[in-house]
């Protein structure tokens, strides 16, 4: 990975700000040419989706996230370098794929540590579920997958039983990738990486027909 720092004055927004009411994004026009695209859900502070844009130019990749506060992070982390091939947008995942992703549009959806809402009367709060998956089923690409990664034992039971519940997608043999080596996939896994903390992995596949 070769990373490069723009001057001050060279640095360009790659926030998309979604139109109300939601209308479907041409991904080609929106990044000007047809090459592949991957989404990140909750990047946090946008580690990862930094790494991955800089070693695959020729991916496009759009990030979402909930809070404004890291949303402003990852975009202060994109916009220093020249990524020509990444937006970042402050929303809703559910809301974003339902209102504004076409169908078999997306490569890859990565889900790396999603809040695990660990209190029984916060579950419905859980992104994983019926709604979620039947989303991510007519969105990705025959061929297309679905990268999981939490800490969270309780989470880890409930999307598997998700993932298990299902029809649209097939367990794969293809886990989350760490854009670069032994440092770590995302923030939160390099931060349990140093406590010592266990991670549970899984790629899903939506079938090729
Ligand atoms: C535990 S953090 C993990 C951040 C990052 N993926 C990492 O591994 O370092 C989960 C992130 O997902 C965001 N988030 C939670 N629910 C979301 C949703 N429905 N749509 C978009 N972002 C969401 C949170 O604000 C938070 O930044």
């Given at each position: 990975?070769?990373?490069?720092?723009?001057?001050?004055?060279?640095?360009?927004?790659?926030?998309?700000?979604?139109?109300?009411?939601?209308?479907?994004?041409?991904?080609?026009?929106?990044?000007?040419?047809?090459?592949?695209?991957?989404?990140?859900?909750?990047?946090?502070?946008?580690?990862?989706?930094?790494?991955?844009?800089?070693?695959?130019?020729?991916?496009?990749?759009?990030?979402?996230?909930?809070?404004?506060?890291?949303?402003?992070?990852?975009?202060?982390?994109?916009?220093?370098?020249?990524?020509?091939?990444?937006?970042?947008?402050?929303?809703?995942?559910?809301?974003?794929?339902?209102?504004?992703?076409?169908?078999?549009?997306?490569?890859?959806?990565?889900?790396?540590?999603?809040?695990?809402?660990?209190?029984?009367?916060?579950?419905?709060?859980?992104?994983?579920?019926?709604?979620?998956m039947?989303?991510?089923?007519?969105?990705?690409?025959?061929?297309?997958?679905?990268?999981?990664?939490?800490?969270?034992?309780?989470?880890?039971?409930?999307?598997?039983?998700?993932?298990?519940n299902q029809?649209y997608?097939?367990?794969?043999?293809?886990?989350?990738?760490?854009?670069?080596?032994?440092?770590?996939?995302?923030?939160?896994?390099?931060?349990?990486?140093?406590?010592?903390?266990?991670?549970?992995?899984?790629?899903?596949?939506?079938?090729?027909?």
């Open positions: 990975m070769s990373d490069v720092f723009l001057p001050k004055d060279q640095r360009v927004s790659r926030e998309l700000v979604l139109e109300e009411p939601a209308a479907v994004i041409q991904f080609s026009d929106l990044f000007g040419n047809d090459h592949p695209v991957e989404l990140e859900i909750g990047i946090g502070k946008g580690l990862f989706i930094t790494r991955s844009a800089i070693n695959q130019p020729d991916t496009n990749f759009i990030g979402i996230e909930i809070r404004r506060k890291y949303l402003n992070m990852a975009r202060a982390r994109v916009e220093k370098r020249p990524l020509a091939n990444t937006r970042l947008i402050c929303g809703e995942a559910l809301g974003f794929l339902e209102g504004y992703v076409a169908d078999n549009s997306l490569s890859v959806i990565h889900v790396y540590y999603p809040d695990p809402w660990p209190k029984k009367r916060h579950h419905k709060r859980r992104l994983f579920g019926e709604a979620f039947a989303q991510v089923h007519r969105v990705l690409k025959p061929g297309g997958w679905l990268l999981i990664a939490t800490d969270h034992a309780g989470y880890w039971e409930h999307i598997q039983e998700v993932l298990q029809t997608l097939e367990s794969g043999e293809r886990l989350p990738e760490d854009p670069q080596g032994a440092s770590g996939l995302t923030n939160f896994a390099i931060k349990y990486q140093q406590e010592g903390r266990e991670s549970y992995r899984t790629g899903y596949r939506k079938p090729v027909v």
